[in-house]
């Protein structure tokens, strides 16, 4: 507790702000106890039966290509991901966008609520990315927050989310990994993730833009048997570098 008040205090620190820190913190932790509840009461999401069932062949890939601390990262966003469902939107856009409002992105340095917490709003999602490239948009649903957050799944391989882990950190989001249960559009591949996470050897091996690309999709459908997806993730590679 002396941490977290010297982290997020200094001398000109009032009493009511120090209790409004304090507030946050507590709303924060009774916040990640109730996920961990919910974890548990899934059987299917602990660590080792997830990653060794539907998700295996993308643990082994991460695994492959990741340093160890970023491969860790990644293997939480897909465990969190268990903690939403999604849906197809297919509804009036220009109306539905309306009602989305303004987004605040306060997040005061917690890590997890920049992963949970929309970044930016659809409307601003939208800008960053011309309709002809977008295929499909999904509504994710949290189970025990009230943030929604929205994906752009675009025909180059790559999506965009409203929370912008892929942009921010480089690494596919719960959300993202949420979606793939879903539909056999939404295609995991090493060509999602910032190469600077990469283990060195990967890096600078002549063969990895042909080996990155190779997609991963855990709903068989028969559009994905017939036509799976060559990712390329040219619009996210511009995004990522216009953000730096």
Known sequence: MNSIIAFDT????GLCQLFNILMGRCDLEANN????????????????TVYNTIYKSIDEEIQNYLLPNMHNKVRIQISKSFLYT?????????????LQGEIDNTTEGYLEEMYKKPQINLKTLLEYVEQQYITSLWIIRP????????????????????CFTIINFGIPCRHFFCLMRYTSNAQ???????????????VFDSTIDTSITKSISIVQEESYIDNPITPKCQILSTLRRQSH
């Open 10 to 13: 200094n001398q000109s620190t």
């Open 33 to 48: 106890v109730l996920i961990n509840q919910q974890l548990q009461k899934q059987p299917n999401v602990s660590l080792s």
């Open 86 to 98: 999604a849906q197809q939107f297919d509804g009036n856009l220009e109306e539905y966008i309306n």
């Open 188 to 202: 995991f591949a090493m060509a999602l993730i910032n190469r600077r996470w990469f283990n060195d050897d990967k």
């Open 143 to 162: 189970m025990v927050s009230n943030w929604n957050h929205h994906i752009l799944i675009l025909n180059d391989g790559s999506f965009l989310c409203t």
